[in-house]
């Protein structure tokens, strides 16, 4: 890079805070291309019944099926491999992790226009430990992403551990449990942005986004980046197979993997179900045994 695409304020505030935005990153015709390639894979999938393509939401908008989530956007179409490869994000998560970068899976939230779904608070490291925590999230918004229709919100600064999300049983709730966590009342920071920003966040931060109750869709292009000495621990097929579709994207792969950071809990996952759905078992589970939780 010949010139660096993040500031020395932007770098500092990622380092301290687990987070920085991007903001109006991609330009009008990029965005154009991702909503068309979008809607003609989410009819499609709709259409055929494919619920391996994407995942709806339990409610239906004016008697129609709409999608929460397209699993795996990069396995689906090229428009989204040429977006996980662009240098406007690439060259920015280089001035985080290093030269050499691999994506280790991509998905896609679609939040839809009064019923897209609320994600609880979590930490995405929680569900793919590796052996040292030099991931990156990055967050594309596709349309404007305001309080109203759910954007991401953080807790900043709150990177540097591994949370519990396991209940009592041991079972992973998809959210966060850990006592630590949630007996403080530590301020959220919500993060609105125009479409065509990207966040670039650490992949221990906290983070969760309120349901969307408004009438504008909110879709977030979602790509986890990796250094490529950060290996997965692969204690389950589940893990296994997300692994079968990490790539390569710049610089050279590890001859050996960098032991660094936090000790990683291994989440026990039971099955293949969605954040989405972990989570609200989650809270249902939690609403019959208190029936008085706010």
């Not at 994600?119 to 929680?126: G, I, M, N, R, S």
């Not at 991401?152 to 966060?176: C, K, M, N, W």
């Not at 949630?182 to 906290?206: D, E, F, K």
């Amino acid at each position: 890079m010949v010139n660096s695409p993040l500031s020395p304020e932007q770098i500092e505030e990622y380092r301290r805070d687990g987070v920085t935005l991007l903001p109006s990153l991609l330009d009008a015709a990029t965005l154009g291309r991702l909503h068309e390639t979008i809607d003609s894979i989410v009819a499609e999938a709709v259409e055929n019944g494919d619920t391996s393509i994407l995942e709806l939401e339990p409610e239906e908008v004016d008697g129609k099926t709409v999608a929460r989530r397209i699993y795996d956007p990069c396995e689906r179409h090229q428009v989204f491999r040429e977006l996980c490869s662009d240098t406007r994000i690439l060259d920015a998560v280089e001035c985080l992790i290093g030269p050499d970068i691999g994506l280790h899976h991509s998905k896609l939230n679609m939040k839809p226009p009064r019923v897209g779904s609320a994600v609880e608070w979590h930490q995405d490291l929680a569900y793919f430990p590796h052996t040292n925590d030099d991931l990156v999230t990055a967050l594309v918004y596709l349309d404007d992403a305001s309080i109203k229709n759910g954007c991401l919100q953080v807790i900043p600064a709150l990177h540097q551990a591994y949370l519990d999300h396991h209940d009592e049983t041991g079972r992973f709730s998809g959210l966060i449990t850990d006592e630590a966590f949630t007996s403080q009342a530590a301020p959220a920071r919500p993060l609105p942005a125009p479409a065509g920003s990207v966040i670039l966040m650490h992949c221990l931060l906290p983070h969760s986004s309120l349901p969307n109750r408004s009438r504008a869709g909110r879709r977030t292009l979602i790509f986890e980046y990796r250094a490529c000495d950060a290996l997965p621990i692969l204690y389950s097929p589940r893990a296994a197979n997300t692994e079968r579709k990490a790539r390569l994207l710049r610089g050279r792969p590890a001859r050996f993997a960098r032991l660094a950071g936090p000790p990683p809990l291994l989440p026990r996952l039971d099955d293949d179900k969605s954040l989405y759905q972990l989570q609200e078992e989650t809270r249902v589970r939690q609403d019959v045994e208190n029936p008085h939780r706010a």
